[in-house]
């Protein structure tokens, strides 16, 4: 059964008040499997108040699955909002730095992609 904001969500896409999102977020309660893990969803493991990790398949390249700490204790760390529409904003960007070097931003489930997307981050000797 679909959620009220999933429903709002595909309501307002349908009716073009807003661009069909890259990424809608679901809250887990324990690590997704990488067989069944979706395309476009972002995957938190824990609860709102208390969350833990965030998976999702890489938008650059689908087969790279991403796995960010959203753990106030653990360095790097991230930090994940979902509104009211279950969109996920991501902050501070994610940098792949292996596979496909991808670089972006997740702003209200969009994918926004920096400049040096694609290079080899420039590592000092």
Wanted: include cysteine.
């Amino acid at each position: 059964m679909r959620t009220a904001a999933a429903f709002l969500c595909w309501l307002f896409v349908t009716l073009r008040l807003i661009p069909r999102p890259a990424f809608t977020a679901a809250f887990v309660g324990d690590h997704p499997d990488p067989e069944t893990m979706g395309d476009h969803r972002l995957y938190i493991v824990g609860r709102k108040a208390f969350t833990k990790w965030a998976y999702f398949r890489c938008p650059a390249d689908r087969t790279e699955i991403i796995q960010l700490s959203l753990m106030p204790s653990r360095h790097p760390r991230w930090s994940v909002a979902v509104d009211l529409l279950g969109r996920p904003t991501i902050t501070p960007s994610v940098r792949q730095l292996d596979g496909s070097h991808a670089h972006f931003w997740i702003k209200k489930g969009a994918v926004h992609w920096c400049g040096d997307t694609g290079r080899k981050p420039i590592t000092e000797a």
